[in-house]
């Protein structure tokens, strides 16, 4: 089965510029992440979606990130506007609760964005 | 919160063992998960423990003793291709089962 789809790989961008990163998540997986992994870090969640309702978003910037997951399938995370200590990669992973066989609701990862702020 | 711990760095030669071991301290635990992240790529799950105890997966095994807070990966007959970094993470208790990794410890492996 395909993976999980991100775009782009690669973002530039000027500090108080606005960028948004997309993704596809794995072909029937209910529940969605947003994380950035920050150079030498291990991967922060910063949002988590449950179909297109929001589970947990603590630990997400709200006054300058934001995300969505209208139809329940695809997702964008925005920011808006971009500071310099957001660069980083940001990826998606998603997980199926619903799967008898994966008890574990193991994370699958997509390739990531990596996004520099000048 | 959570306080996950593991060493930066490692070093091991081909066809030797090595041991990537991580402690938590975590409100609530729903499980531990070893994911695997070549530099620039994705991370790629390895190993999954809920219970103590070892899983063995090929040239991988996870243990994990949940009273003590600790885990390791033991990668055997090591390979070039093994040289990356290796996220500890483990599911809280929570309403949401998030999941929260550790920095990472970075293995080379040398000929």
């Known amino acids: 089965e395909a993976g999980v789809a991100q775009s782009p790989r690669y973002k530039i961008i000027e500090k108080r510029q606005s960028v948004a990163f997309w993704c596809n998540p794995i072909?029937?997986?209910?529940?969605l992440y947003w994380y950035q992994q920050i150079l030498g870090q291990g991967p922060k969640l910063l949002i988590q979606?449950?179909?297109?309702?929001?589970?947990?978003d603590s630990q997400l910037p709200k006054d300058r990130f934001s995300a969505e997951r209208l139809k329940g399938v695809d997702s964008t995370l925005k920011i808006q506007p971009a500071k310099l200590e957001d660069s980083a990669v940001y990826l998606c992973?998603?997980?199926?609760?619903?799967?008898?066989?994966?008890?574990?609701?193991?994370?699958?990862f997509g390739p990531g964005t990596r996004l520099t702020v000048l | 919160g959570q306080n996950i711990d593991q060493p930066t760095e490692m070093t091991a030669t081909e066809g030797a063992i090595v041991q990537i071991n991580c402690t938590y301290q975590t409100s609530g635990f729903n499980g531990l998960f070893w994911y695997q992240q070549h530099a620039g790529e994705a991370p790629t799950f390895l190993s999954y423990n809920v219970l103590d105890g070892l899983e063995e997966k090929g040239r991988f095994s996870s243990f994990l003793s949940r009273s003590k807070g600790y885990s390791y990966l033991l990668l055997k007959e090591l390979q070039m291709k093994d040289s990356a970094s290796y996220l500890c993470?483990?599911?809280?208790?929570?309403?949401?089962?998030?999941?929260?990794f550790g920095t990472g410890t970075r293995l080379t492996v040398i000929p």
């Open positions: 979606f449950q179909n297109n309702g929001v589970v947990d």
């Open positions: 993470a483990v599911r809280a208790q929570t309403g949401a089962n998030n999941l929260f």
């Open positions: 072909s029937g997986h209910a529940t």
């Open positions: 992973a998603s997980s199926s609760k619903w799967k008898r066989k994966d008890s574990t609701d193991t994370q699958y």
